[in-house]
């Protein structure tokens, strides 16, 4: 079964507008990744977030983790028409694999 | 190389037949993954290699789906006897095996099955 499973499935903003996904998982994790894929080719590592913890931020990305709600969220900042593509969370749980969500896919309109 | 390396990056093939696809992990990395995507789907884990130890096979779908890692290095996935449901992106990537590490993914290969 899935472990993360991604919030809204699909989001459409216009650009400069604030996009957040959110994310929930079942089972105690060591870390939290977020992925991005374009045209559904290779994930490109965004973030990492460890179980400890709370808010993490890169650039326009902003991370937070709430692991008594087991969730997480993914906030992009003034959004750019280039930010259009799916958006995945990962979770490690120590079995040395990432377990991967559905995604979110976002579109930013010009 | 630089990143990880798959190939081929598109395959069609025949349902029934065999067919191998390729990772060439990055340089230095003991660690291997494969994953699977249906098209607008989540990744779905196949197998993970990390070094000599024995692989965690637990995401391969049938007995048909195999896959290896000669000299640590390069894994072939292997699926026998190709259906229509087989049809879908296989990602593999790699990383260094320490915890939290991040994981690098290959460009993928497109199967089609006919």
């Known amino acids: 079964s899935q472990q993360g499973e991604e919030d809204p499935q699909a989001l459409s903003i216009q650009e400069g507008e604030n996009a957040t996904m959110n994310c929930s998982y079942k089972t105690s994790i060591n870390n939290l990744q977020w992925y991005r894929q374009n045209s559904g080719r290779g994930l490109v590592h965004l973030i990492l977030?460890?179980?400890?913890?709370r808010e993490k931020h890169s650039g326009r990305l902003r991370v937070t983790l709430d692991t008594s709600k087991k969730s997480s969220s993914l906030l992009i900042t003034a959004s750019r028409a280039a930010d259009t593509a799916s958006y995945f969370c990962a979770t490690d749980a120590g079995a040395q694999k990432l377990v991967f969500g559905q995604g979110t896919r976002l579109t930013i309109n010009p | 190389g630089a990143g990880v390396s798959q190939s081929p990056s598109n395959k069609v093939t025949e349902k029934g037949k065999d067919v191998e696809l390729r990772c060439d992990p990055i340089?230095?990395?003991?660690?291997l993954y494969w994953y699977r995507q249906s098209l607008g789907q989540g990744l779905e884990f196949l197998i993970y290699f990390q070094g000599n130890s024995a692989p965690d096979k637990s995401g391969l779908p049938s007995d048909r789906f195999s896959a290896e890692r000669t000299g640590g290095s390069v894994s072939t996935l292997t699926i026998q006897r190709t259906q229509q449901e087989d049809s879908a992106v296989y990602l593999c990537?790699?990383?260094?095996?320490?915890?939290?590490?991040?994981?690098?993914f290959g460009e993928g290969s497109w199967l089609t099955v006919v």
């Open positions: 977030i460890r179980s400890n913890e």
């Open positions: 340089s230095g990395h003991t660690a």
């Open positions: 990537a790699s990383s260094l095996v320490i915890s939290g590490n991040t994981i690098y």
